[in-house]
């Protein structure tokens, strides 16, 4: 069983729609976050947080620690979001815990 | 600016030779670690080290080896021993420390492909 869980695994959307991610995980964790991964391959940090909501541009990250559930939300999705989105909890014990990502495409 | 840069980006290997995947980071952070990436899997850690000269093994360490003689570099061999060593491999930093966010920075990643 996979410590982090995330759903959908491929979501295709038209540009302009609204685009919600979900991540539920299994450990206590001292942080969350939201990594952004390009078909070049590079990693790039989206949001790390430990409570609440963040909010960077079209891009909304909530987390709900009491159900180990987090969200992340495009608003007016563009083609430019089309990426694999990778959700990542940082554990009580200092271990990183990887979801396998979910495969975003924006068509025109 | 300041960042983690890997190389090569793609590397091709024959099988039985040992190949070594290079990772330097400028952000003076403490803690390295090497990734790898297989299709429909989330990442998984190979080695990672917080302290020059001491590293230690993660959960796909077999086959592979690290070192860590500066904190800038910590480069990854991937030997012969490696079964299926075809992969996407990440580099990552972070400071440690109470005064750190914790927050993981990646390098661009190797693929390296065994023909």
């Known amino acids: 069983k996979n410590e982090v869980e995330q759903s959908p695994q491929n979501l295709t959307a038209q540009e302009g729609e609204f685009i919600t991610i979900n991540c539920s995980y299994s450990v206590g964790i001292s942080a969350l976050h939201w990594l952004q991964q390009h078909p070049g391959g590079g990693i790039v940090s989206l949001f790390m947080l430990s409570s609440g909501k963040k909010k960077h541009g079209r891009l909304i990250a909530t987390i709900n620690i009491q159900e180990k559930h987090s969200s992340l939300h495009i608003t007016a999705s563009h083609p430019r979001d089309s990426a694999v989105y990778i959700c990542a909890v940082k554990s009580t014990g200092n271990q990183f815990y990887f979801g396998t990502g979910t495969s975003l495409t924006v068509i025109p | 600016d300041g960042g983690i840069t890997q190389s090569p980006k793609y590397l091709f290997r024959k099988e039985g030779q040992n190949v070594t995947l290079s990772c330097e980071q400028n952000?003076?952070?403490?803690?390295m670690y090497w990734y790898r990436q297989d299709p429909g899997q989330g990442l998984r850690l190979i080695y990672y080290s917080q302290i020059v000269n001491d590293f230690q093994k993660g959960d796909i360490a077999e086959g592979y080896s690290v070192s860590r003689e500066k904190k800038e570099s910590f480069p990854l061999t991937v030997t012969s021993a490696q079964k299926n060593p075809t992969a996407f491999y990440l580099c990552?930093?972070?400071?440690?420390?109470?005064?750190?966010?914790?927050?993981?920075?990646f390098g661009e990643g190797s693929r390296l492909t065994v023909l």
């Open positions: 990552a930093s972070r400071h440690l420390g109470q005064v750190s966010t914790g927050e993981l920075f």
């Open positions: 952000l003076n952070h403490d803690a």
